[in-house]
């Protein structure tokens, strides 16, 4: 017997052993079903509640429709109805409609794509190209196969695919949804990476986040702009989680009509990332586009006035959402093995989409703020942040909390202010953002808008630690009772300044001289604050020295039950120490050690149980870390059981 039928035939055999997930896996791989000699017939529903036909017929229809314009197809449904398909050609586009005698109309979205003859199909594809803002190189990809022949149903279905994986599309699909109060998680949140590169650009191996700005972002933001001014604009902005991204931006293009009628738009119901970036980029503009001053101020002031503590507030639903998708991602595994700030862009970016889809529908922010809340996905971001930090050491999982948020935007604003101040020629603009008297001003609370942002963790940006503080921290610390506040100068620097390591090895040194005994240690509240503050100071200088002194102090403190906040702080102090350690291995090591000592040491059950899947959870997302948490694990599971 020919080798390529028996191979069909067990190909076909092997099929009805597989459990039917896997069965319809296979079914979906074309080249299975190629040599398996398997015939296969798809169903195709249109609409929830619309008629269903064979999918290959249906096609098939449509391209006879597009060969005569006008004309009535007749297709049949899997019930027996006869429907009449009409496609009519209205200036350079087909319009399609599909209805019988039983039923009305029922709407029909453009198959063109379908059609034999080459321009129709490479037409419609530049045209919803511009409109869906699809990406360059799906579009030559998709050209390219168009014009070497008409595309087969299989393509078509995938070329669909291909274009709901665009944020544009996306867009729609979740405005039409929350009108109709058709809303679940899994709607929510995309779980293909090629949404996510469209929406912030690839990462094309980016080490640094400047490196990504520089390639990636700009990149995507020059095809966005080049595509459709006005709806590039409004997808670009939601890449402008840094001010580096925001300068990319020209609006030399833009027609300034539109321009304005944008920012009105934007000013209205607009998520807070986008609102931030078009301040930036207004601000730089003033001198060519002044129209644009007023918008300026109703965005700030808005923003200013926002109450942090609200689940109204637009900042606490952006907070909620950035945890929740970020959540989602890293639970899910969508983007890979990617750097922290591409993570972080991608979560930002299309958590300000769903705020501003939210704003447009006017659903209450309040009501939709608790519902995500709900979905708790508080503990798998803070433990990816926390694992984060390895690679990433200046930037702290809370820091995406909305006061944190607040002084983020705030800190930008003045920024740009600074920047521009002699294009600022608006009185009521000069009163709102500059001098020490402006509203702006006066709701800056040092330090709180210098500490990094969200594309700011790796990078030592500030100014290098003060000579002057360093010889007060040198005099504090060589004190023959040293103080536990002797630290604090150290340690409030730590995420301000670019500090060296034989910095933090001062503290080090300062620790073991008095064999880890400080004066002033009887508040355990501050004695976590203590610790948390060396173990930030540790991370971010990668002094591997102070990181071992941070756990002998920890140690010391936690047997003589000076620190009572439990062992969730505890696991949080430990990866954050752990970060000290840029290598993986040293890294799981480190905080590996930790983990087994603590729980080894807990008498309490409920909190070694908590511990314990903590544990679990941490080793999911990165498994490097099992190794060395394998017998924290077992000790933790020995005694909750």
Known sequence: MNREIIDGLLGQAALGLFHPDIQRSLLEDQDFIRNSKISTSTILSLGQDGPRYNRSKFFDGIRKAIREPGGAIPVEDQGGLVWQLIAEHREDRFTFSLGSKERGPF??????????????RTNWLERIAADILLDSASRKNWLYRMRNSPITDDDFVELMRDIDLTPVNFLEDLQERLKQSDITW??????????????????????????????????????????????????????????????????NQVDRDELVKFYRWLTEYGDPLSQVGAVEIA???????????????????????????????????????????????????????????YLRQAAIAHASLLVRA??????????????????????????????????????????????????????????????????????????????????????????YP????????????????????????????????????AFAVLINGALLFNMREDMACLAAAALRRVGFSLEGTENTDDNFRLIGGLAVLAAVTRCGDLAEAVRVLARGMRRRRQLTGGLDKELRIALVTAASFEEPEAWSRFAGEWLTEVSF?????????????????????????????????????????
């Open 283 to 341: 601000l730089s503009h003033l001198d060519i586009l002044p129209e644009l001053a007023p918008f300026v101020e109703q965005i700030v002031s808005g923003l200013l006035s926002e109450d942090p503590e609200n689940d109204g507030s637009i900042l606490v639903l952006l907070s909620t959402l950035v945890i929740a998708v970020t959540s989602e991602l890293a639970k899910n595994r969508i983007l890979g093995d990617i750097p922290p700030f």
């Open 358 to 447: 939210i704003k447009e529908s006017r659903i209450d922010i309040a009501s939709f703020t608790r519902w995500a809340r709900i979905l708790d996905g508080n503990e798998i971001y803070l433990l990816r942040g926390l694992i984060d930090l390895r690679r990433e050491p200046r930037w702290l999982p809370e820091f995406i909390g909305t006061n944190q948020l607040r002084f983020e935007f705030i800190g930008r604003f003045s920024n740009a202010a600074i920047q521009n101040e002699g294009q600022i020629k608006q009185n009521t603009l000069q009163k709102l953002l500059l001098g020490e008297k402006s509203k702006l001003a006066q709701a800056f609370r040092w330090p």
């Open 186 to 251: 899994s709607t929510l949140v995309p779980l293909e990476s090629r949404y996510y590169e469209r929406l912030i650009g690839l990462s094309e191996g980016s080490a640094t986040a400047s490196e990504y700005i520089e390639t990636g972002a700009k990149f995507r933001i020059a095809e966005l702009l080049l595509v459709n001014n006005l709806s590039g604009l409004s997808f670009a902005l939601l890449m402008c989680s840094a001010g580096g991204i925001s300068k990319s931006i020209k609006l």
């Open 450 to 485: 210098n500490f990094p942002g969200p594309m700011e963790g790796s990078a030592a940006l500030g100014p290098i630690f003060p000579n002057d503080a360093l010889r007060e921290v040198e005099t504090a610390l060589e004190s023959t009772r040293l103080e536990a506040n």
């Open 107 to 120: 709407p029909l979205t453009d198959h063109s794509a379908l059609a034999e003859d080459l321009s129709i």
């Open 601 to 641: 040491e807990t008498s309490d059950k409920m909190a070694a149980k908590a511990l314990l899947h903590r544990l679990r959870q941490l080793v999911k997302l990165e498994p490097i870390l099992a190794k060395h948490c394998a017998t924290a694990d077992a000790a933790l599971d020995a005694f909750v059981h």
